[in-house]
Each structure stands twice: as C-alpha cells, then as structure tokens.
C-alpha cells in the first residue's frame, strides 16, 4: 500500500507564532536591530533552509554577526519556549483517522527537534496515527537534513513501503522528494498544502483546502490498491 508522509510545521501545525517569531526574536538579540518576518522568510525560502537555527544563522551571518552556535540555539530555545504554546493546527485529527482507519500507513519527516515533536503530538494527541516518525535529532549528520532526501529514504525503510505521498509546505520539501526521487527512484509524489503559507512550488498536488487534500490522498491510495 502506498504510504503518506506528512511534514508537520506549516502542514499539520500553525508555527507562524512560534517558530517564526523565535527566529525573529534570536536574530534581533544578537544583531541589536529590529527585522521583519518577511525579511525571514525571504531568506529561509531562497536558501532552502529548513532548519530554523540554521536560517537564524544565516541571517545573522547575512548581517555580519557570528554566534556560538549552541549559544544561538539556546537562545532560539528559550524564546520558543515563551510561544510554542500558541500553535494551532492547520489539519484536524479527523483525517489522520480515516486514513488510519483505511490502514494507510503513516509517517512524519520533520525539522522538529524530538522534544519539540513530542510536544505537539502529546498537546493534540497526534502520535497514536503515526507509525514512523523521524525528526531533526534522528539526522546525525547536519548535511544529511532537509532537503536532502536521506530523512524521507528513513522513513520509506522503515515504512516498508515503495511508494508514498509526501505533503510539505516550503522549498526544502519539494527539493527533498525530487532528489529522493532520482537518487533512490522510487515513486513519492508532493504535495504542497499552502494554508499557513503560500508559495510558487511545483507540485504533483497543491491546495489550501483540507477536503480537498483528503479526496487527493484517498484517490492516491485506492488507485494504488487498484493496481496491487
């Protein structure tokens, strides 16, 4: 059966309040000077940086500021910490049942430190729909993060699976399933939901819509069963 995978911020959570603003705030402390949340996603998406400490970095190496990269992410952190509480999610729980109830097996690929994950599955009661879940602290290796597509190969192993869905919302998604798709050549087919934030992405699917990302993922998985 074929599998899908979702990112989780800006897919199934709202982080504009949270992760955003942290970034935000952390380039501010260190740089002294006020920029905007444009400005960030500016940078993040022209870059491909899914890793919001990495895009802190960047900016602030933009601007000519180096930081003790531990020190940035325990500012990052602290900062976080103040705001994780208001994310909110963009896709409900309903739709993680039905396609549990079709038993489509599920998975995460994430940017999300493992602590941070479990935080968000513990506050919705997410984690029960997901089988495999691979996040930011299962990634050894810095060069080997989003968008490179060994996170997504993770999850396809240990999914069991030949064929996949994967749903993300920025650049380093896209560019995650198009190198897997070359380099490991089996079948993934993205889909950019853009509800939190819209992008040009080039996309087998795209909507804002959760009804209709559901008929998407449905007609995806019985046509694969069709087939089998």
Known sequence: MKAV???VDGV???VRNSYHKAI???????????ISLEEIKRI???KVINNDWDVTAEILKKYGIEVNYKKLVDKFTEIYMNYKDKET?????????????????LGIVTGRPKED??????????????????????IWDKNLRKPHPFPLHLCMEALKVKEAVYIGDSPADFEMVLFYRKIYGRKVKFVH?????????SADFSTDNEE??????FQEVYHCQVKE
């Open 193 to 201: 939901f853009k509800r939190a934030v819209s992008l040009n992405l």
């Open 117 to 138: 994950l479990l935080f968000v599955f513990n506050r919705f009661g997410l984690g029960k729909f997901f089988s495999v879940t691979i996040d930011e602290d299962d």
């Open 5 to 7: 995978i979702f990112d």
């Open 24 to 34: 935000k705030e952390t380039v501010e402390f260190f740089y002294g000077k006020e």
């Open 212 to 217: 209709e990302l559901s008929d998407f993922l």
């Open 89 to 105: 999610l963009l896709l409900s729980p309903a739709l993680f049942y039905r396609l549990n109830k079709e038993g489509v097996p």
């Open 44 to 46: 993040k998406y022209e």
């Open 12 to 14: 199934i959570v709202d």
